[in-house]
């Protein structure tokens, strides 16, 4: 497969017309470019001798144009909450940083259209309050919604917790403004439900990990907040078991299930043992589920009947009850974290496949890696799995941990990747491809989708100023 072109580090003449395209929207100042240069885990870290904060689209014009002029390669980056490297600048300084925190206007909430229109900028824990005003509801949420940015979001097709009922961000984007690689500017914002005029062209930026262009604003599709939701955390001995329940209550609810997550006792465990909070559940269950229903009537008889078959359940009755359950979902990661490092990986199966995946991946991994300890969890009703090999227990936490991990890690990955593959899966559900999963997606990506890719990256970016390096 024939490398894309990969632009030369900045000229002293090439840093001047940046910054002069920037204005006063420039930093030299590490104190400043410092933390946007690691990411969100700490196991990428790059450098630039650049950081541009444009403002508005006209400035970030100028500075594409500038760019592309002088064979600048760019990368731009969001909240910087990325896990797989995608907006960190490369080690050698060689790229210069374009961070859109500063375009975070929300531009427009359009309550009978059910739509509102963010810059790129903008963090998602914004979104959610201005839209609440308005008696309405952006249906993504995960953990990061206090950092997270909507450029980010729409370039890595973010999911979160409610994927199963209301998609992941190609299903949530109306419309997208960006400006391509030439320094033209896309205006696609209008958020038409019908537009048969050609091809969709949004739909190529979204995912594409800022590979073909800078996104600086989205049109969002917004709901009306449900009058009633019922959580309920439910036990089962067997993946299977819960994949059954969840059958169970979208034909009782008529489609009303928001989430359904899936937790092994592993995890419930993590988060009784870091974060003090006691498990849900009496005795012991294998498997647990957590469970949301949202809709206009009163709904916990129904979550109720349709968890009967369980081994155990409980329903929150309560507002305070049902966040408390779902901090022991939000905060497994961070339990995960304190107990020691962990290979991570962030994959997806059809979901009648993901039941019988994570026991069988799972026993596999442990079986070849002499002491691994797997801990799978995620979000059952879209088949998305957190796939992550911890150290062995005796060395859990100390520098015997890290260096097993460090010694394992590609091997691990590489096998986990396989058995996805030949599952008919995908090797990255949530988070994208980045520099992490690059070369497994060259090796296990089917050859005819990764052609059509790279022949859109060259016909939109022929320079390779646009986060080269990533993806393809």
């Avoid at 030439?182 to 038409?192: A, I, T, Y």
């Avoid at 009648?352 to 002499?370: N, Q, Y």
């Avoid at 992490?436 to 990256?457: E, N």
Wanted: proline share 6%; aromatic share 4%.
């Amino acid at each position: 497969m024939t490398d894309l072109v990969i632009p030369p580090p900045p000229s002293v003449a090439a840093l001047a017309a940046l910054k002069a395209a920037a204005g006063s929207d420039w930093s030299e100042d590490g104190d400043l470019i410092g933390p946007r240069l690691v990411d969100w885990r700490g196991r990428y870290r790059g450098a630039t001798p650049l950081l541009l904060l444009p403002r508005d689209v006209p400035t970030l014009q100028a500075i594409v144009r500038a760019a592309a002029a002088h064979r600048v390669a760019l990368v731009p980056q969001g909240g910087n909450t990325g896990l797989v490297g995608g907006g960190i600048p490369p080690a050698d300084g060689s790229a210069v940083l374009v961070s859109l925190a500063r375009m975070n206007r929300i531009r427009q909430i359009d309550a009978a259209g059910q739509l509102l229109v963010a810059e790129a900028g903008v963090i998602l824990a914004d979104v959610h309050a201005a839209a609440a005003e308005h008696g309405l509801v952006f249906p993504l949420s995960l953990g990061a919604k206090g950092s997270a940015t909507v450029g980010g979001l729409a370039a890595t097709n973010a999911g979160g917790v409610q994927v199963l009922r209301h998609g992941t961000m190609r299903a949530l984007v109306a419309g997208l403004e960006a400006v391509l690689p030439d320094g033209s500017v896309l205006h696609q914002l209008q958020g038409l439900a019908k537009d048969n005029t050609g091809l969709d062209i949004k739909q190529l930026l979204i995912g594409a990990e800022g590979t073909l262009g800078f996104i600086t604003a989205v049109a969002l599709k917004l709901v009306p907040a449900p009058r009633h939701r019922a959580v309920g955390w439910a036990g089962v001995d067997r993946p299977q078991r819960a994949l059954a329940l969840l059958a169970r209550l979208r034909q009782l609810s008529g489609g009303q299930v928001e989430s359904f997550e899936l937790i092994p006792a592993a995890g419930v465990d993590l988060v009784v043992t870091h974060l003090g909070l006691a498990p849900p559940l009496a005795g012991h269950h294998a498997w647990q589920c957590l469970v949301e229903l949202a809709g206009p009537q009163p709904l916990d008889e129904l979550l109720a009947e349709g968890l009967a078959d369980a081994d155990d359940a409980v329903i929150a009755q309560s507002e305070s009850q049902a966040a408390a359950l779902w901090r022991r979902r939000e905060e497994l990661p961070l339990a995960e974290r304190s107990d020691g490092p962990a290979v991570h990986h962030d994959i997806a199966v059809p979901v009648s496949a993901m039941a019988d995946f994570a026991e069988v991946a799972a026993a596999a991994i442990e079986a070849e890696f002499s002491g691994a300890r797997v801990l799978a969890f995620g979000h059952l009703g879209d088949g998305n799995l957190h796939f992550n090999v911890r150290a062995p227990q005796d060395s859990a936490g100390g520098e015997g941990a890290a260096a097993w991990i460090a010694h394992h890690r590609a091997a691990i990955t590489a096998r986990v990747h396989e058995m996805v593959a030949a599952a008919g899966g995908s090797i990255s559900a949530e988070h994208g491809i980045g520099v992490m999963k690059r070369d497994d997606l060259r090796r296990l990506g089917d050859p005819a989708r990764l052609a059509a890719m790279r022949a859109v990256k060259q016909a939109l970016d022929p320079g390779g100023i646009m986060n080269p390096g990533k993806v393809y």
